[in-house]
């Protein structure tokens, strides 16, 4: 039996969501659309998060009043993440692929063992990775992820201070970025003129 959640779709006036059993929803998004995905009720819940499509996802969460950045990161094909979204926030998918995208999820009211979840001792910031170029920019985050940027898209992500970030080059890393408290929260930083600094200086 279909169950609908509530939520916002930009773009586009449909998505589909159905109960694919009792612990897991599941969640198709169309070609190039974001799906927002909400419960103003609950005071935050815990979601894990499975990509069960063929291309990766985009995941982020943003205040729900602002529409801010808090946090975001690429979902390679394949792969599970367990998420906490604070209460007056939001989960975000995004569909930046030309097919559309599957997405099983489970859900628990309220932020499971937030109690025991020790705070970062080191400050992160979420901010957008952009590539303005119309050529594919492997990176390299160590302990992170190594996501690819799509030409003309953007990537958010949740870094700590001191986390570098290479660009790929034919498997040689090339430093581009150091996480620093030069950047701001919801910053937009054009890959491309990292690199081009980066290979010039070398």
């Known amino acids: 039996m279909w169950k609908y959640l509530s939520m916002t779709v930009f773009f586009c006036n449909l998505a589909l969501c159905q109960q694919g059993n009792k612990e897991r929803s599941q969640l198709l ?6 799906v927002q995905v909400e419960y103003p009720f609950y005071k935050g819940f815990t979601t894990k998060v499975w990509n069960k499509s063929k291309f990766d996802l985009g995941v982020s969460v943003h205040d729900r009043t602002t529409d801010s950045l808090i946090k975001g990161f690429g979902m390679p094909r394949g792969s599970s993440n367990l998420l906490i979204v604070e209460e007056g926030s939001y989960l975000q998918f995004e569909n930046r692929f030309l097919t559309t995208l599957k997405v099983e999820f489970s859900l628990q009211k309220g932020i ?22 119309a050529q594919t920019l492997p ?14 898209s953007r990537s958010g ?8 970030v290479y660009l790929n080059l034919n498997g040689k890393r090339i430093l581009i970025l150091t996480i620093s408290d030069s950047i701001k929260q919801g910053d937009r930083i054009d890959v491309a003129n990292l690199i081009n600094k980066a290979l010039n200086t070398n």
């Open 112 to 133: 499971s063992g937030k109690k025991k979840t020790p705070r970062p001792l080191t400050p992160q910031r979420a901010f957008y990775l952009e590539n303005n170029t």
């Open 139 to 152: 990176l390299v985050i160590p302990g992170v992820m190594s996501p690819k940027l799509n030409p003309f």
């Open 29 to 34: 998004i169309p070609p190039k659309q974001i």
């Open 157 to 164: 992500v949740d870094l700590p201070n001191g986390q570098k």
